[in-house]
């Protein structure tokens, strides 16, 4: 598909049971939207029939249209493009499914994400549901993927294909199951038609959980009730009984609404900060100093062309994406604006860009340093991934809050010279420790390094 109504394609982002999802160019002011499409997959038109499909998809428009929330994705264009209708929306690049690396193999373990962090996501994420249930919605569908991350860190909850209206009046087949295996409440997996917000609490609770500890709770259920505190050192019985009640098998035992499920959430989260501070407070334990740079690997400097199946090895790293051995990070030195590696040789910026950027915008930002002769040098260029993952730490535990970071922590993610495609290229995550790749119109931080 090289055109959807007036809007040209620039390349395919994914696609569900009802719709694919395209990435666009708006024309004249050339912004980049998603627009998606009713596409379905067999058998649904033969289930429901086109006209309930249409219906549904002109619903899910409308409830996006109507709907002007902070954590809401907001659509701004609805339209048909040869007898397919289609909405316009912004485009994110980034989602928590990629921040925790979840695939296919959704029972796969995935990586984690720290404590505080995970309690903004989801306290981001029942502020929305509560505007949806407020409006006698249901989303049915609350998974790390449909909870889209924008350059502010902050969650839009996207995809109501599945959503439920207070009057929804049209049958479903028996058969059709609705939202994720994984996700979806025991009261919905029964009867999907039936369920009310609650459903979307316990989803919610188990993407917080699979944040904190990598797992879905199921898969935990051997060792007993999902348990935070067994996954999360640090964490004691009191978030325990938190989940045990977000994640209650019978909907009458959950939180009734998505605020009060928010301010438990939130004390529980004020208590875990005032321990933390307490933690930092006491004597520090002088680091054990490391030497000798690690051997093996060259990094290497020239941008490269590498595919996804290749990635891994190629950039040495494991299965959740992550460097399958650390660089100690008090090797660097900081000198004013710039960070020194004595163990390779390279300086870099100490901050990076100021705002994030399209691919194509962050080597205009670098060439605009070496017009300017940024820290007294002009061969600044885009770092290699190879580079980007000598600057990574390993997951934070223990007294490693404590430590104040070395680099500026406003640059998340930090576009690589590498390209994966002709629209893609890989980055790196400083914060989250991972290398993934985007479409290059996605908007990312810079950091540039040169030889010292």
Not at 24 to 48: S, T
Request: hydrophobic share 40%; proline share 8%.
């Amino acid at each position: 598909m090289k055109q959807i109504g007036r809007y040209p394609v620039i390349d395919a982002l994914g696609r569900g049971i009802m719709a694919r999802v395209f990435l666009v160019r708006i024309p004249v002011i050339g912004r980049p939207a998603a627009a998606k499409c009713l596409m379905p997959i067999e058998p649904l038109p033969a289930l429901l029939g086109p006209g309930v499909l249409y219906d549904r998809f002109v619903d899910e428009a409308a409830i996006l249209g109507g709907l002007q929330h902070p954590h809401i994705c907001e659509i701004f264009d609805f339209g048909d493009a040869h007898g397919t209708p289609f909405y316009l929306m912004a485009y994110h690049g980034h989602n928590l499914g990629i921040a925790i690396g979840e695939g296919v193999r959704i029972e796969a373990p995935t990586r984690t994400i720290r404590i505080d962090r995970a309690v903004e996501y989801i306290l981001q994420t029942l502020s929305g549901l509560a505007r949806l249930h407020d409006a006698g919605l249901v989303h049915r569908d609350i998974k790390p993927q449909n909870l889209l991350i924008t350059d502010e860190d902050r969650i839009k909850i996207a995809d109501f294909g599945l959503a439920k209206g207070r009057a929804e009046s049209r049958s479903m087949p028996s058969q059709l199951k609705i939202g994720s295996p994984g996700y979806a409440a025991p009261e919905q997996l029964a009867d999907p038609q039936g369920v009310d917000g609650r459903a979307d609490l316990y989803a919610a609770a188990v993407v917080f959980y699979r944040l904190v500890t990598g797992h879905l709770p199921e898969a935990t259920l051997h060792a007993g009730p999902p348990s935070l505190s067994r996954h999360a050192p640090g964490l004691d019985a009191e978030w325990d009984r938190f989940m045990h009640r977000a994640l209650a098998p019978d909907p009458a035992q959950r939180f009734a609404t998505a605020q009060q499920m928010g301010a438990s959430l939130d004390d529980l989260a004020g208590r875990y900060r005032r321990d933390l501070e307490m933690t930092c407070g006491l004597p520090e334990v002088a680091p054990q100093s490391v030497s000798n740079p690690p051997s093996g690997r060259q990094r290497r400097v020239v941008p490269g062309k590498i595919r996804a199946r290749e990635a891994q090895e190629a950039f040495g790293l494991d299965a959740l994406w992550r460097p399958r051995r650390y660089w100690p990070i008090d090797r660097l030195h900081m000198e004013g604006d710039l960070m020194r590696d004595p163990w390779t040789g390279r300086l870099w910026q100490q901050a990076g860009s100021p705002y994030p950027l399209t691919w194509p915008e962050a080597r205009a930002y670098v060439d605009r340093l070496n017009r300017q002769g940024f820290g007294g040098r002009r061969a600044w260029r885009l770092p290699t991934v190879d580079e980007l993952v000598t600057l990574l730490r390993p997951p934070l535990k223990g007294r490693d809050f404590c430590i104040e970071p070395c680099f500026d922590q406003t640059q998340r993610r930090l576009w690589s010279a590498d390209r994966k495609s002709y629209h893609s290229a890989w980055f790196v995550s400083p914060d989250l420790g991972f290398v993934a790749w985007q479409q290059t119109v996605a908007r990312n931080w810079v950091r540039a390094v040169c030889e010292g």
